[in-house]
């Protein structure tokens, strides 16, 4: 089992920018695939926000194109989520999440408590 500890969320007004971490250990952080999720107040659902395999491959929410990216430290067994020109909806609690990805497909695996990220003036 994987442990994930994010941080870096907080309030930010809309068009700033954050930047979020998750630091993995007990696993092979290399191997994984490494997927940010959100869920919005009132939400019932977990949203894919951004993911990047092993190899470094990267997929993104719609939502957030070109104001999100996704990157990892492989050394540093640690993921990062940078956000910029944020937006009220971006107000969430963000989760990291060590997953697998397969034919295209991103599964998710052990989740981190989440961070809360909020964008108000």
């Known amino acids: 089992q994987v442990q994930l500890v994010e941080s870096g969320g907080g309030l930010v007004q809309p068009g700033g920018s954050l930047r979020l971490s998750c630091v993995a250990s007990?696993?092979?952080?290399?191997?994984?695939?490494m997927i940010w999720y959100r869920q919005a107040p009132g939400g019932e659902a977990r949203e894919l926000v951004a993911?990047?395999?092993?190899?470094?491959?990267?997929t993104y929410a719609d939502s957030v194109k070109g104001r999100v990216t996704i990157s990892r430290d492989n050394a540093k067994n640690t993921v990062y989520l940078q956000m910029n020109s944020l937006k009220p909806e971006d107000t969430a609690v963000y989760y990291c999440?060590?997953?697998?990805?397969?034919?295209?497909?991103?599964?998710?695996?052990?989740w981190g408590q989440g961070t809360q990220v909020t964008v108000s003036s």
């Open positions: 007990g696993g092979i952080f290399s191997a994984s695939a």
């Open positions: 993911a990047i395999t092993s190899g470094g491959d990267t």
């Open positions: 999440n060590a997953g697998t990805y397969r034919y295209g497909v991103y599964y998710a695996g052990d």
